[in-house]
């Protein structure tokens, strides 16, 4: 079964400073996409980068990229510019292409920028 | 907004009782997700369908049930409630299925169970 695996439970950064928040994920099915989602304290789940296990190369969206290592199977979000919004629980997500179709989620890092 | 609209936003209710959530999904999206959200647990996939129909299921209790309508809202059932299904249950949906989908969620319905 796959699993997701993110190893800081909270983190404080100063605003302004990149961010690098950690995600490993074990599967042995070669096919899987990884996600990132964000949840700030009103509870919605917002979805910000996505990357494919055979994409050449790392995703970006604007301010948020994806550190993809296919070989130590970790998919880090970097966050540049922190910004006192980006305040909130961030979750890594994996789906399988061949299993069920929902996410696996980790449990998730609760990531506090400070002015 | 991401266009997924789930009502009720709060609910409590008793040990035992049943309750239904509901999600709309965005305009044109077929295929719906539940999704439940707890302290302990943390976030865990329950079902999927896709245009009416069961696709893959999750970690889902026998207590609960879900469908997809005609118009492809989706409701969730959840019976014989206890303390513990005390959770924050989304609804996500997306245009198709398949690796590189990214579902869009809905804000969640928070049930309390007392």
């Known amino acids: 079964a796959q699993k997701i695996t993110q190893t800081q439970p909270g983190m404080f950064v100063q605003e302004k400073e990149a961010v690098t928040l950690d995600c490993t994920y074990d599967?042995?099915?070669?096919?899987?996409?990884l996600f990132w989602y964000k949840q700030p304290s009103s509870g919605e789940m917002i979805f910000l980068i996505y990357?494919?296990?055979?994409?050449?190369q790392n995703a970006t969206e604007g301010r948020y990229s994806l550190n993809f290592q296919k070989a130590r199977k970790s998919a880090n979000l970097v966050i540049s510019a922190s910004q006192l919004g980006d305040s909130a629980m961030y979750f890594c997500?994996?789906?399988?292409?061949?299993?069920?179709?929902?996410?696996?989620f980790g449990k998730g890092t609760h990531l506090i920028i400070q002015p | 907004d991401s266009g997924v609209t789930q009502t009720p936003k709060h609910l409590i209710t008793a040990t035992g009782q049943r309750v239904t959530l509901r999600c709309s999904p965005r305009?044109?999206?077929?295929?719906v997700y539940w999704y439940q959200q707890s302290l302990d647990q943390g976030l865990q996939f329950l079902i999927q369908?896709?245009?009416?129909?069961?696709?893959a299921k999750g970690n889902i209790l026998e207590r609960f049930s879900a469908q997809q309508f005609p118009d492809l809202h989706s409701e969730l059932n959840l019976s014989s409630l206890e303390l513990g299904d005390s959770a924050l249950y989304f609804c996500?949906?997306?245009?198709?299925?398949?690796?590189?989908?990214?579902?869009?969620f809905g804000q969640g319905t928070r049930l309390t169970v007392v």
């Open positions: 996500a949906s997306s245009p198709r299925t398949g690796l590189n989908t990214e579902a869009f």
């Open positions: 997500a994996m789906r399988l292409i061949g299993g069920a179709d929902g996410l696996t």
């Open positions: 599967t042995s099915d070669p096919s899987y996409g």
């Open positions: 305009s044109g999206d077929l295929s």
């Open positions: 990357q494919g296990s055979y994409d050449q």
């Open positions: 369908y896709y245009n009416g129909e069961e696709r």
